[in-house]
């Protein structure tokens, strides 16, 4: 069954550096988005693109943040100087026309 | 952002009884609700969803129940199995299904 891949499965940066998550969703899906769950929170919404523009973002996805499709097979989440707070789980999902989320396993984000 | 509560943290059953999870919402624009269940180290997998025009739905072992008056719906596991045990997220989303939100999540523990 095809699935969502995220990479890498765990990322070390240092706080005020740039990261990039990438993420390659299923490929016949259209809808991409950006969850994230901090330890022992909820996944929470950060933002969803469709046709090559974000459709929804939440109050969490301020200007350090930036999604993109560079090509047509990956989806990525960059955040521009990383603060302590932004250490999380990053699960990337996609979906069909009316179809539930396909998510990805996660990358693990740790800012020291 | 509390619109889909899950006041449960966890539950904890004995193999072979019913595991019932609830979920409550405060969006009246919500009509499509979504029930995800994640083991450690995996990104959340859907389950089994039900749309705003049916009360039930099932599948196997799983049946979701939605009250659309009292903005509850709830989730039943019957008989529970051992491989049950994972954290169940709910969720819920409006027509266009491009900002799904979810629970906080109910750690499930069945017991052999």
């Known amino acids: 069954e095809p699935e969502v891949t995220q990479t890498p499965s765990h990322q070390v940066t240092q706080m005020g550096q740039e990261v990039i998550l990438r993420c390659v969703p299923i490929?016949?899906?259209?809808?991409f988005y950006w969850y994230r769950q901090i330890l022992g929170q909820k996944v929470e919404f950060l933002v969803s693109?469709?046709?090559?523009?974000?459709?929804?973002k939440s109050e969490i996805f301020d200007d350090q943040f930036s999604v993109e499709r560079p090509d047509g097979s990956n989806f990525t989440l960059k955040i521009r100087s990383t603060k302590l707070e932004d250490s999380a789980m990053y699960f990337c999902?996609?979906?069909?026309?009316?179809?539930?989320?396909?998510f990805g396993n996660g990358t693990r984000l740790t800012v020291t | 952002d509390q619109q889909v509560k899950q006041n449960s943290p966890s539950l904890s059953v004995q193999e072979g009884r019913i595991s019932i999870l609830n979920c409550d919402y405060t969006?009246?624009?919500?009509?499509?609700f979504l029930w995800y269940k994640k083991y450690p180290a995996e990104g959340p997998t859907f389950l089994i969803s039900?749309?705003?025009?049916?009360d039930k739905n099932e599948d196997g072992r799983f049946t979701v129940f939605l009250n659309k008056s009292a903005k509850h719906l709830s989730l039943h596991i019957v008989p529970s199995q051992p491989g049950d045990s994972a954290v169940y997220f709910c969720?819920?989303?409006?027509?266009?299904?491009?900002?799904?939100?979810f629970g906080a999540g109910t750690r499930l523990t069945v017991k052999p």
């Open positions: 999902a996609s979906r069909a026309d009316n179809s539930p989320l396909h």
């Open positions: 969720a819920a989303s409006g027509d266009n299904n491009n900002d799904m939100r």
């Open positions: 490929s016949n899906h259209l809808y």
């Open positions: 693109f469709y046709n090559n523009e974000i459709s929804e």
């Open positions: 969006n009246s624009m919500f009509d499509y």
């Open positions: 039900i749309s705003s025009i049916k």
